[in-house]
């Protein structure tokens, strides 16, 4: 499996704590059965997104623990004006392995105005926005349509692990499945933080899918997605979106009509 949203870079966010810690995560990774781990540092309004520091602590990292997993850099990308201004400047330090793909967090309580904008500018530098985390969005909870609108418009959804096996809340895991009904959800990944309370673990989000979708939705979710992501290649072929719209209900003498 391939992990493409984590945080065990010590000291740069509020992932691991120190290198001890983030030695921990990463083997945890690889013992559960990740081969490529994407460490995605926050770049939002209170950890700063230094990617020549990155690169540094993530071959330091990748020297205390050897061959596996193998570890790339990306950024867990928070929208706003003086991010969108860095992204101008230096837009390939935040994509996943300098590739095409952009991890893109949205405001916990808004959708801003000029997302349209945003999206639109990124498409015209072939940059491919993934949503992240949506299930645990408050405003695709008021609004789980919502996921559609941004599908159709060329956004790519990551959902979290742990919120699919209902480790935040009925609310997330009930919107896990809704969006993988209506063909949804590009990822999964673990958006770990640490080893205990938010661990990299995706083996149980794998053996879930399999067991309720089958195992080629369980490979294209958590390998060969990722695998396209991390090497800078289209997604592969997957199901079309199913139409949010409800059906009309029909009334008590629709029958005389049939």
Not at 4 to 12: A, D, N, R, W
Not at 121 to 140: C, G, W
Request: charged share 25%.
């Amino acid at each position: 499996m391939i992990d493409i949203h984590c945080h065990p870079l010590p000291g740069v966010d509020d992932g691991a704590e120190d290198f001890e810690a983030a030695i921990g995560m990463c083997r945890l990774s690889a013992v559960d059965g990740v081969t490529h781990l994407v460490a995605t540092p926050h770049c939002n309004y209170h950890f700063n997104f230094d990617f020549e520091l990155n690169q540094t602590k993530l071959a330091e990292l990748q020297a205390g623990l050897g061959d596996t997993p193998k570890l790339l850099l990306g950024c867990d990308f928070h929208i706003s004006y003086d991010n969108l201004q860095r992204l101008d400047q230096n837009l390939r330090n935040f994509t996943i392995n300098q590739t095409q793909y952009l991890l893109i967090e949205l405001d916990d309580h808004f959708v801003p105005q000029q997302l349209d904008q945003v999206l639109y500018k990124l498409q015209v530098a072939e940059v491919l926005p993934i949503l992240t985390h949506p299930e645990r969005n408050p405003v695709f909870r008021r609004k789980p349509d919502l996921l559609a609108t941004w599908v159709a418009r060329g956004c790519l959804a990551q959902l979290t692990a742990q919120s699919y096996g209902g480790g935040f809340g009925e609310e997330a895991r009930r919107l896990c499945t809704l969006w993988l009904k209506h063909n949804l959800v590009h990822f999964f990944a673990s958006d770990a933080h640490d080893e205990r309370h938010r661990p990299p673990l995706l083996s149980s989000c794998y053996e879930r899918l399999t067991e309720e979708y089958g195992q080629d939705v369980a490979e294209r979710l958590l390998v060969k997605n990722p695998e396209a992501v991390i090497n800078g290649r289209p997604l592969p072929p997957g199901p079309e979106p199913i139409d949010f719209k409800k059906p009309k209900r029909k009334g008590w003498f629709s029958f005389l009509r049939s």
